[in-house]
């Protein structure tokens, strides 16, 4: 399994960006897909997920960019996009795809990361 994201790159304050993984090789529908972002010095937290539960997608997002960032996948092209609006200089960072099985993100499969900096 390969996840190769894109997208990244540098935008002022109350800009967006709009992020893409491509994922390719053994994932299917019911995988969680997640984006998670790493800025220097701190450890790597998670943005934010999409899953099926029961049929039913669900999003899941982290508080500090409710509201400001949306997750979707297109399952037909394998890939799994991050909107980013309204964006504040804390989400600089490197930002990370993930799937796995579960939201647990255990055994996650993870892409190369695309640097987002956004300047105030």
């Known amino acids: 399994v390969q996840l190769q994201a894109s997208g990244g790159g540098s935008v002022q304050a109350g800009g967006s960006l709009s992020l893409s993984c491509s994922i390719s090789?053994?994932?299917?529908?019911?995988?969680?897909l997640g984006w998670f972002r790493q800025a220097p010095g701190k450890e790597r937290e998670f943005v934010a997920s999409i899953k099926f539960n029961w049929k039913v997608e669900r999003t899941d997002y982290a508080d500090s960019v409710k509201g400001r960032f949306t997750i979707s996948r297109d399952n037909a092209k394998n890939t799994v996009y991050l909107q980013m609006n309204s964006l504040k200089p804390e989400d600089t960072a490197v930002y990370y795809c993930a799937a796995d099985r579960t939201t647990k993100w255990a055994r996650a499969y993870w892409g190369q990361g695309t640097q987002v900096t956004v300047s105030s």
């Open positions: 090789g053994g994932i299917d529908s019911n995988y969680a």
